[in-house]
C-alpha cells in the first residue's frame, strides 16, 4: 500500500509542476518581469514550507536544528531551483506546459542517472544499464515528439 501511496503522490507533484509553469509564466507577464514571478513564487513557498516545518516538528517532537552548520548545499539547492523556476517561467509562453514539462522530466532523468552512477551526496551507486540508457532515450524522444510533431 506504501508503494502506491507514494508512486500516486509522485505523480501528484509531477502535476503539481506542471501547473505551476503556465501559473508563474501568467504572473511573469502580469508583472512585467518573469523573474519577479520566480521571487513570488518562492516567497509564497517558502512560507508555506516553514508553517509545514513546525507543525512537523511539533506533532513529532523533533526540534528544528537552527544551530546546524550551513554546508554549501545550503544555497545550491535554492539556486537550482531558482533557475529551474525560472527557466519554466520563461520557457512556457514559448514551447507550452506539456513541451517544458517533457523537457524538464528528460533532463532530471539524464541527471539524476549521472548522480546515481557516481553516488552523488551519499546516494546509492547504481550503474548506468542498457535499460536505463534505452530508457532515456525514449523519454528525450518523446519529449522532442511532445516538441516538434
Known amino acids: 500500500m506504501d ?10 507533484a509531477g502535476a503539481c509542476i506542471a501547473t505551476q509553469a503556465p501559473i508563474n509564466a501568467q504572473l511573469g507577464r502580469s508583472l512585467n518581469v518573469p523573474i519577479a514571478a520566480a521571487g513570488v513564487s518562492f516567497v509564497a513557498g517558502a512560507i508555506l514550507l516553514w508553517i509545514i516545518a513546525f507543525i512537523y516538528s511539533a506533532a513529532s517532537s523533533t526540534p528544528i536544528n537552527f544551530g546546524a552548520p550551513a554546508p554549501w548545499t545550503f544555497v545550491a539547492g535554492g539556486v537550482l531551483g531558482a533557475f529551474y523556476v525560472f527557466s519554466n517561467i520563461m520557457l512556457t509562453p514559448m514551447l507550452g506546459a506539456a513541451a517544458v514539462m517533457a523537457l524538464s ?10 548522480l546515481d552512477k557516481i553516488g552523488f551526496m551519499g546516494m546509492a551507486v547504481r550503474e548506468i544499464s542498457l535499460g536505463r540508457i534505452a530508457g532515456a532515450m525514449l523519454l ?7 516538441r516538434l510533431l
Open 140 to 146: 528525450v524522444t518523446g519529449a522532442l515528439m511532445i
Open 3 to 12: 508503494v502506491i501511496l507514494w508512486t500516486l503522490m509522485g505523480i501528484v
Open 105 to 114: 522530466v528528460a533532463g532530471q532523468l539524464i541527471g539524476g542517472m549521472f
